[in-house]
């Protein structure tokens, strides 16, 4: 946890010999008028503009990806309200760290008379019993809580406070924004680069799409790729694509396996095969690997779309998802990767069916809506005299032998006779099956008829 050194949101001067801050910090706006991004809330007469410059700050959270201003937006809070910022990350802090918090805050209300504005970078972090330390101390106005947050509050914050707070959702910023702060950060000799640098059109257009939205990332690769471009005596630093790539490394991917980008990829990912869009299943499938995904996870799912969504219209479509499983285990990445993209085309392209899952489903429920159903008799064993005599076995009928009069016995509990759960869809494999039950439906009805139908009376018989 730290306190702000600078009212108007820049970091403290660095005494002489000091390490400079990182750019990002550097150039942080000091007044809305620096801000960029976010017209939706910041336009004159925007929400959170006037909430900001009316001096009266809120308990607010805010919601939207890395870079995208949620920090400046509480330290600009807390500038114009004349207010005291306590910085602490919940990555890093705790239940003791708040109440740390809260005696300071109480302290500086009352020797002077100053509020106190509590920013909590990555408030999902907290469990239920670290989110409710806030509660009374919001409740009293003895601290305004600022939460930032990279994932949906409403599945990562509780509903408590989120009742006592106001959530604004932040945009990643566009391509336009992120040139006009790399601009800033070029030419503001003070706060930005520092020292005269070249960077053409092309290199910056690679770095806004490096950056993807997010400000701090645009700026922590220029200023690392102009500490690599050693420039000639008298020339300015020379940004060069080559620098950028070495400088970039390797692209990391927005992810989160435990958090909301997580489930919106698996989501895109089930939903592309569903469709039957092979390029659009292998894009997905693709984002996760490459953002570090377990493989075994995105096989997992595969294995539970082939019985869930495909079924009986292709049961290959279980068998390749199951090898694709055992050969990634085999080979490992990277080659293994490629069995994984197997299974997803072919998942894609083959026939669906959910009439399984459907019928799964019925069946489950009346096993546990209905009683216990006895089993009918002739369905049972007979291992015993005792069970023979008590009528156990018999009428039944031997299929294979009898295939006409075995289709015209029940195989249901008495008050289930007649209930179907399995309606076979048209298409794959399983219009085929369609075609069996139908005719085995009407062989069934035949054969019913003519053992209800009554034999030539014997002479006498009434």
Known sequence: MHESGDLFGGAPRPAAGAVRPPLADRLR????????????????????????????????????????????????????????????????????????????????????????????????????????AFLPHVESGTIVLVGATTENPSFEVNAALLSRTRVFTLEPLADEEIGVILSTALSDRERGIGVEAALGEAERDWIVRFAEGDARRALSLLDLAVQMAAPSEGEPARVTAEILERAAQRKSLLYDKSGEEHYNLISALHKSLRGS??????????????????PLYVLRRLVRFAVEDVGLADPRALSIALASTETYRMLGSPEGDLAIAEAVVYLAVTAKSNALYKAFGAARRDVREKRNLPVPKHLRNAPTRLMKEEGYGEGYVYDPSDPE??????????????????????????????????????????????????????????
């Open 277 to 294: 869009d092979p390029d659009a299943a292998l894009y997905w499938a693709t984002r996760m690997l490459d953002a570090g995904e377990d």
């Open 29 to 132: 706006p000091r007044a809305l008028e620096e801000f960029v991004g976010q017209g939706h809330l910041l336009a004159p007469g925007g929400v959170l503009e006037r909430i900001i410059r009316s001096g009266e700050p809120i308990s607010l959270i805010l919601w939207g990806p890395p870079g995208t201003g949620k920090t400046t937006l509480g330290r600009l809070m807390a500038a114009y309200a004349g207010a005291c910022f306590l910085e602490f990350s919940a990555v890093l802090s705790g239940v003791k760290e708040i109440r740390e918090a809260v005696v300071r805050a109480r302290h500086e209300r009352k020797t002077n008379g100053r509020r106190t504005i509590l920013f909590v970078d990555e408030i999902h972090r907290f469990n239920k019993a670290q989110q409710d």
């Open 405 to 462: 009069g075995g289709l015209a016995q029940e195989h249901l509990p008495e008050n289930l006779i007649g209930t179907r759960y399995y309606f076979p869809a048209d298409s794959g494999v399983e219009r085929e099956v369609k075609k069996r039950l139908e005719e085995w439906r009407r062989r069934r009805a035949r054969a019913a008829a003519a053992r209800e139908k009554p034999g030539p009376r014997e002479p006498g018989e009434t």
